[in-house]
């Protein structure tokens, strides 16, 4: 099952659950003869706890969203510097360290590529950290024989910052927020619920524009908070922020 339809069957859930409590709690106010005094404090102090925790949550995905799409650019920047600098190496070992930086472009283009098929992402990653020390051997060697004191001061840095992105960038990609944070989430969200259809039972009858609105507006925030939190798997991409590389590719003549 596709994280996308996974994600939309929560949503759907949660969006039942919640026009469910909302109903619940319409009639126990209803049976009781109305909302207690004061009750109005503690549907504040949900309805409070709830607004904070998704103004966090949504904060730290869109945050982390912009930091995948920066480190894109960076590891493409990064990749371009590198292959330029091949040519402070002899003429003799360039051909062999461009076709190299090739097929380690390809590489790290289809470890994104291949998602959700998160093994077989898995399976490209390894094949380009293989391709990384191929490469880095390819350029030690060459900088070991006819090559000026400045090509290995320039080259071999620049080779040393491409690695590391790519752990970077694997880090930022496994980084979310706690399973816990989305499963209180949605416990504050049938909370609400219950108590929003209590505090309505003094209409004296049932309000369905409310009840959807407000259900469907809570569903569909957590569905974009989710999509936020995985962009490779569901309809809110980084594919297009991929061209930066798809271009140093292109330029790799």
């Not at 069957?9 to 109305?34: K, S, T, Y």
């Not at 190496?89 to 291949?114: I, Q």
Request: hydrophobic share 55%; with cysteine.
């Amino acid at each position: 099952m596709s994280f996308v339809l996974k994600a939309l069957l929560f949503d759907f859930g949660l969006f039942l659950g919640m026009l469910l409590l909302l109903e619940i709690g319409r009639r126990i106010a209803e049976n009781r003869g109305g909302a207690p005094s004061g009750a109005g404090v503690v549907d504040g102090a949900v309805f409070g706890l709830l607004g904070l925790l998704i103004a966090f949550t949504f904060s730290a995905a869109a945050s982390r969203f912009d930091t995948r799409r920066h480190l894109v650019v960076e590891e493409a920047n990064a990749i371009g510097t590198a292959y330029l600098r091949l040519d402070l190496l002899p003429e003799s070992a360039r051909p062999a360290l461009r076709e190299s930086f090739r097929r380690y472009a390809d590489s790290r283009l289809a470890v994104y590529r291949k998602l959700p098929d998160v093994q077989a992402a898995r399976e490209e990653l390894a094949r380009s950290t293989s391709l990384q020390g191929e490469i880095w051997a390819q350029a030690v060697a060459a900088c070991r024989t006819d090559a000026p004191p400045s090509a290995a001061m320039l080259l071999l840095p620049a080779l040393n910052e491409m690695i590391d992105i790519t752990t970077v960038r694997t880090v930022a990609a496994l980084t979310h927020s706690p399973v816990i944070i989305f499963a209180i989430l949605a416990a504050l969200a049938l909370a609400s619920s219950l108590l929003a259809g209590h505090g309505m039972a003094g209409s004296g009858r049932r309000s369905w524009l409310h009840m959807l609105v407000f259900a469907a507006t809570m569903s569909m925030t957590l569905y974009v908070i989710l999509d936020l939190e995985f962009p490779r798997l569901g309809l809110i991409r980084l594919d297009t922020f991929d061209r930066v590389l798809v271009e140093v590719r292109e330029s790799m003549k």
